[in-house]
């Protein structure tokens, strides 16, 4: 299976550089943008999908039954551990979360682009989440709310924020030279804080499962584009004629 494997991706291989061989030192980043296109254009036609799909009696009875699932297990307890969590995605979390990253990646690469990066990530998340709550207009969920909420509920600015900020995190982590434990460990505690603050705007009462989910779309299609963009940027600085 595994010799019938390598076959398939060398004859694969062969039939892009002959169709490719005018542009063959370029193959390697036009299939890479391709691929990152295609996701973006998917992450993009799903989130659409999700949009019109969200005034449908099969949504809204899947958003109320993971809600009630979620409110069956609130106690002081869980309510306490949840709201702790759900604070890693307000204003002041990212503060401190970005100020110990930023250092912490400037003490690893010595360089401030990482950081750049990061804030550009952040600013686009935001202002797309602002712009599409606005325009989308969801009324957040009639449930009690176990923290104080102000803007509207389509999608979830704190699933969209974890997303695009931690995941990124998670994508510089991912190419630091660091030992491979570690690099696994803080990519594990990352990728547990984008899911338990997604899971904790449900428990708390504030965002339907469905926000949570568009969020998390929202967020991934921006760390995908950004981390395509930046590193095109990269290549066509290195090799000019790509």
């Known amino acids: ?9 060398r004859k694969i291989k062969e039939i892009l550089s002959n169709k ?12 890479t943008t391709l691929i990152t296109a295609i996701i973006v254009i998917g992450g993009i036609k799903l989130f659409i999908e999700l949009t019109e799909f969200l005034k449908s009696d099969v949504l809204a009875n899947y958003d109320t039954a993971v809600t009630n699932f979620f409110i069956d297990f609130r106690s002081p307890a869980i309510t306490t551990v949840f709201t702790f ?14 100020s ?11 360089s401030w682009k990482y950081v750049a990066q990061s804030v550009l990530v952040m600013i686009l998340a935001l202002g797309s989440n602002l712009l599409l709550k606005k325009t989308i207009d969801r009324a957040r ?14 999608p979830s600015g704190h699933a969209t924020m974890a997303m695009a900020f931690y995941g990124f995190i998670i ?11 570690i690099k ?22 504030v965002h339907y499962p469905s926000d949570v989910f568009g969020g998390f779309i929202a967020g991934f299609i921006w760390v995908v584009f950004c981390v395509m963009i930046f590193n095109l940027i990269k290549i066509f600085r290195r090799d000019p004629e790509t």
């Not at 490719?20 to 299939?31: E, N, S």
């Not at 110990?100 to 010595?110: D, E, Q, R, T, V």
């Open 1 to 9: 299976m595994r010799k019938q494997l390598f076959s398939v991706l």
């Open 20 to 31: 490719f061989r005018q542009y063959d030192h370029k193959l390697p980043y036009i299939i």
């Open 85 to 98: 969590i759900t604070n890693f995605g307000d204003t002041l979390g990212y503060v401190i979360m970005f």
């Open 100 to 110: 110990l990253s930023a250092i912490f990646f400037y003490w690893i690469l010595k």
């Open 141 to 154: 969920p009639v449930s009690e709310h176990l923290v104080k909420v102000e803007t509207l509920s389509f």
């Open 171 to 181: 994508y510089l982590i991912f190419n630091l030279p660091i030992n491979k434990f």
């Open 184 to 205: 696994f460990f803080l990519i594990t505690i990352f990728a547990f804080l984008i899911l338990g603050i997604g899971l904790s705007r449900i428990y708390l009462g």
